[in-house]
């Protein structure tokens, strides 16, 4: 069982928005704005996308955002492609030097 | 453009020990990085197994602390996994990564990652 908590799946069409929430405790998310969401292609490397809540990395697009309320962080990817059909994986920095992930989050793009 | 790569055997008898070696290209791992294994079991989410820097100072996932040893190879530019008396839910992708000092083990470089099964 996962530290953090993301819904198993979420889909949208193509241009549409959808928002992927992740849960946490006020140990980990709540206490720390060290929030990372990783897009994950099968097969492939997990790619950071997302850092330190809202920060994108060089390169990724503006489509996909992030933010945090409490102990609820939240990737939001704007305008969907097909390319963004993804498993996406939350990760916070915890109290004690430990870093934890979600469940993951499969994103299919209708 | 720092790579990693994982290497290792792809089946390990339950009880024994799990080793991997994870050889960093392209940059110095005496560098203000710490280096860190990552497995996804199937089916399920990412796992932080543990982090070390250069000099040897390490963090485990509390939950797999008794039973891992990570470990960095200067001289090799590698970092090593050793987890031991594994069972059938070790079967994982482990991923080697890489962690700018000061992000607090964001995770920026990934290996491909390698399929380690635990079966007699």
């Known amino acids: 069982q996962s530290a953090l908590t993301q819904p198993p799946s979420a889909s949208g069409s193509p241009g549409q928005s959808v928002t992927i929430y992740c849960t946490g405790t006020?140990?980990?998310?709540?206490?720390?704005?060290?929030v990372s969401w990783y897009q994950h292609h099968p097969g492939k490397a997990p790619k950071l996308i997302i850092y330190?809540?809202?920060k994108r990395p060089s390169g990724v697009p503006d489509r996909f955002s992030g933010s945090k309320s409490g102990n609820t962080a939240s990737l939001t990817v704007s305008g969907l492609q097909a390319e963004d059909e993804a498993d996406y994986h939350c990760?916070?920095?915890?109290?004690?030097?430990?870093?934890?992930f979600g469940g993951g989050t499969k994103l299919t793009v209708l | 453009q720092l790579q990693l790569q994982e290497s290792g055997p792809g089946l390990v008898k339950p009880s024994e020990t799990l080793s991997l070696t994870c050889t960093v290209s392209?940059?110095?791992?005496?560098?203000?990085?710490?280096w860190g294994w990552i497995r996804q079991p199937p089916r399920e989410g990412l796992e932080w197994i543990g982090s070390?820097?250069?000099?040897?100072?390490?963090y485990y996932n509390p939950s797999l602390k008794s039973r891992v040893t990570i470990s960095v190879d200067t001289s090799k530019n590698q970092f090593s996994l050793n987890l031991r008396s594994v069972t059938a839910a070790d079967t994982a992708v482990y991923y080697c990564a890489a962690s700018p000092g000061g992000t607090y083990f964001r995770f920026d470089n990934w290996g491909q990652g390698t399929l380690v099964t635990v079966s007699s």
């Open positions: 006020s140990s980990d998310i709540g206490g720390y704005n060290y």
């Open positions: 990760s916070s920095f915890a109290s004690s030097n430990v870093r934890v």
């Open positions: 070390i820097f250069h000099s040897g100072t390490a």
């Open positions: 392209g940059y110095s791992i005496k560098t203000d990085y710490y």
């Open positions: 330190e809540v809202s």
